[in-house]
């Protein structure tokens, strides 16, 4: 529930592309290993196979040859029972004459008799011809011939199936038969991959916990004279894409040293045992290479807990994980090893693996506030062409809960804008058409909307706005669109925040909710009946809203109780009640109350301004997109307030800032009028755009000038709290892409409940 507001945690703002994992170093020296032993191995089954068929030979040999004295040779010529006899140097050979009756034994093989050879050969010939049997010298059979015979019929088929297996071991990815269990780590010396902690914006505190390791890591002696000792491992913990990888890399960077780079589903194969003996192998060669760095990313692949709630008992996992457990112990810090782990899931971790002495630091990488942001697109924009128009700090402002990767793609879309044009340099239009593009998709052009639909998406976008236009505690509209997008939405709000915040009054969440119904609320006053493009608003707004109940200790049925606690705070702020089955509907209860109100509120405000309404809603259909400062023209024209704007509110009233876009989907089925071809399904409705976290407060006035400004500085999100304290569950609605999304809470301070969508920057002069 709550939790899935926040889009950037919904995993859309995983990793951009660029390559972040390991590096693939060379393959080290262990690949000659595995070839020397095969070569061995080749040659004593060689060996072992000749031995055994010269031994079966002689066996078969025994059997037809039989020695007899020299005087029974005579015997047999003498009486002429010999039919053939032959010789070498030193031995005489005879066959007997057939008998012609078939035995039994007939298949026997001939019988050859031999005895040593006592005369000359001319006297043996002499003597053989007196008796007239047949007689060759040395003719005797000679062994090369039955050697070769031997190599074609059994070695050879052996080589053969030799190269099969390892063809298919090779397949199977073990490097041969015998390079199962080999540690797959790559050793690439830092200055290969050139990144340092120059490379990585934002995360400053991170960075300076990792500096001291590198210290460490450069002179060891001066820790060992003290007594102190390096930190055995650092657990670098935090949600996707926000930087962990590259930090890792950038402590091997800076400490020139030797950088194993592993993910935890490598040491995990089909045969049990063979990651323990992975990680043995892996522990063995960085002790040769010390000092180095071992990182293992994804760590919760091995590093899970063994108790079953996790789906813990998997055998093979378990042996790699007590390995692992015994290799921290084993080895000696004083060598300079120092183990990385990265993870997104550290509430599933062993405890074991957690203790001081194996990972006994843990190093918070958390998803970046306003300045960070600001930072990391410096870095990411170092290398393309920008020109003057180009605000960083706007784009950051309206990124609240974007991290590092989400930045660093939205760059790259920019310049791919720009080059799509045929600039050649990137503007600040082509950045904030990239961050809607992360956030909502890109625009559907060719999706066609009958003009009963267009019409209804309309009054539906001019309802949120207007809701956060007459609201005090919304945050300003930046832009309202009817043009479809491909994550889903029909059309949507975009707020910008003024200012990033990290905590939400219940004043403003209040708003918020009002503003995520005021779509559906605009349907029903103008058309009497409602479409199903409101799913989103409603899923936003009940979690929202359930949050106040369960968790943020705003509803005064249940005053501060914690009903819900959050499971996985850097993924998907997945929550868990805990509470009776009998409270939990109660919690239900509360929640269609909450929301009940929160409705007749927003049919109410816009009741009252059904005219600006229309006069809204007509220029949007004609123009299809307006910015913040359009609508706010009309608005004021409409209500007959002064056009000039307004002045800054002081810092007090700060506006989470939300956006709320609401995508209409509508399938057609429900509800929805089916008018349009469009197709339009559900989906729209809720293209989730990640949301960014809030921040702090810096700010506010520049962000009024950008609103002026506003190329049309869009931007939707809306704060929430940043840290993660937010819940998520107020995440706006994702449909719209402006969602506001919660940051994961982590800290209880914090928690609050996140941006809220509309907030019309202009209602602070003329609050309704
Ligand atoms: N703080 C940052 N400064 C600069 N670039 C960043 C930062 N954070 C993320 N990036 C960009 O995002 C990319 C992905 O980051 P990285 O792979 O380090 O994320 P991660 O935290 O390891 O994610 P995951 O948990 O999904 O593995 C980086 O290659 C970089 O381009
Ligand atoms: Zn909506």
Redesign the pocket.
């Known amino acids: 529930m709550d939790n899935n507001m926040n889009p950037f945690n919904g995993g859309n703002g ?3 592309g ?4 390991g590096p693939n170093g060379s393959g080290g020296s262990e690949q000659n290993n595995p070839r020397r032993t095969s070569l061995i191995l080749l040659a004593i089954a060689a060996i072992v196979t000749l031995i055994s068929m010269s031994l079966f030979m002689r066996m078969i040999n025994n059997a037809t040859n039989q020695e007899i004295t020299y005087g029974k040779f005579q015997e047999l010529v003498e009486d002429g029972k010999a039919a053939e006899v032959t010789w070498d140097d030193d031995t005489i050979y005879l066959k007997l004459q057939q008998t012609n009756q078939k035995t039994l034994f007939s298949a026997m093989p001939e019988v050859t008799y031999y005895t040593g050879k006592a005369q000359s050969d001319d006297a043996l010939t002499a003597y053989l011809k007196e008796y007239k049997v047949a007689s060759y010298g040395k003719d005797v059979p000679d062994s090369s011939g039955l050697i070769l015979t031997m190599i074609l019929t059994y070695v050879l088929p052996i080589v053969v199936m030799w190269l099969l297996l390892s063809l298919l071991f090779r397949r199977m990815g073990g490097g041969g038969p015998m390079g199962v269990g080999k540690s797959n780590a790559k050793v690439y010396v830092q200055k290969e991959t050139g990144i340092t902690f120059k ?5 400053d505190e991170a960075k300076e916990s990792l500096q001291e390791v590198v210290d460490f890591l450069h002179n060891p002696q001066r820790y060992v004279k003290i007594g102190a000792k390096l930190p055995k491992g650092a657990l ?1 913990v ?12 950038a402590v091997a960077g800076e400490a020139k040293v030797p950088f194993f780079s592993l993910t935890g589903s490598d040491f995990i194969e089909l045969y049990v045992g063979v990651g323990a003996s992975r990680v043995r192998d892996l522990f063995k060669e960085a002790t040769k290479n010390a000092p180095c760095i071992i990182f293992i ?2 760590i919760d692949a091995i590093g899970r807990s063994r108790d079953s709630k996790y789906g813990g008992g998997n055998e093979e996992r378990e042996q790699t994980l007590n390995q692992l457990l015994s290799e921290m112990d084993g080895f000696d810090t004083s060598k300079g090893i120092l183990v990385l782990g ?3 899931r550290p509430e599933i971790l062993d405890k074991a693996l957690l203790r001081p002495g194996r990972f006994d630091r843990r190093i918070i ?1 958390d998803k ?1 506030d306003l300045k ?1 942001r600001v ?2 697109l410096k ?2 924009a170092k290398d393309v062409k920008m020109d003057e128009t180009v605000d960083f700090d706007a784009i950051a402002l309206a990124t609240s809960g974007a ?7 939205m760059i790259n879309e920019a310049a791919i804008n720009a080059v799509k044009e045929g600039r050649e340099y990137v503007c600040q239009k082509d950045l904030f058409e990239a961050v809607e593009q992360v956030l909502v998709g890109k625009e559907k052009k060719d999706r066609i909307m009958s003009a009963q639909e267009r019409k209804i998406v309309s009054y539906h976008e001019v309802g949120h706005a207007l809701i956060a236009a007459l609201q005090k505690n919304s945050e300003p509209v930046q832009k309202i669109t009817i043009v479809p997008r491909t994550m889903g939405a029909l059309g949507y709000v975009m707020h910008v925040p003024e200012e990033e915040k990290y905590l939400n009054t219940e004043a403003e969440i209040h708003d918020m909710l009002v503003g995520y119904l005021g779509g559906r609320a605009a349907e029903e006053i103008v058309f009497d009946t409602v479409t199903t493009g409101a799913s989103n608003d409603i899923e936003q707004a009940t979690g929202l809203a359930r949050s106040m109940v369960t968790r943020f200790g705003m509803s005064k049925k249940f005053g501060l109780i914690g009903l819900e606690s959050v499971e996985s705070q ?1 993924l998907d702020g997945r929550t868990v009640l805990n509470c009776s089955d009998a409270t939990a509907a109660e919690i239900d209860q509360e929640v269609m109350r909450i929301l009940k109100e929160c409705y007749q509120e927003a049919l109410e405000l816009l009741s009252a301004n059904r005219e600006v309404m229309d006069q809204l809603a007509a220029h949007l259909i004609e123009k299809e997109t307006i910015t913040g400062k359009e609508f706010m023209q009309i608005y004021r024209q409409a209500k007959g307030l002064p056009q000039e704007e307004p002045e800054q509110t002081d810092g007090v009233q700060m506006k989470a800032a939300e956006q709320t876009a609401d995508a209409e989907n509508p399938s057609q089925s429900d509800s929805g009028n089916s008018y349009g071809t469009a197709p339009a399904s559900g989906t729209d409705t809720e293209a989730q755009p990640q949301s960014f976290t809030p921040k702090p407060w810096e700010e506010f006035a520049r962000q009024q000038q950008e609103r002026e400004d506003s190329f049309f500085s869009g931007d939707a999100q809306q704060p929430g709290d940043t840290q993660q304290p937010a819940d998520p569950s107020d995440a706006e609605q994702s449909q719209e892409q402006d969602k506001p999304w919660i940051p994961p809470t982590p800290k209880p301070e914090n928690k609050g409940p996140v941006g809220r969508f509309s907030g019309a920057s202009l209602p602070d002069d003329e609050k309704k």
């Open positions: 995983n990793g951009s660029n390559g972040s994992q490379d990585v914006a934002g995360e670098l935090g949600p996707p894409g926000t930087g962990k990888t590259l930090l890792a890399k990313d994804e990265a993870t997104n990488v970046p960070g930072e990391i870095v990411h991290v590092g990767s989400d930045l660093a793609n850097y």
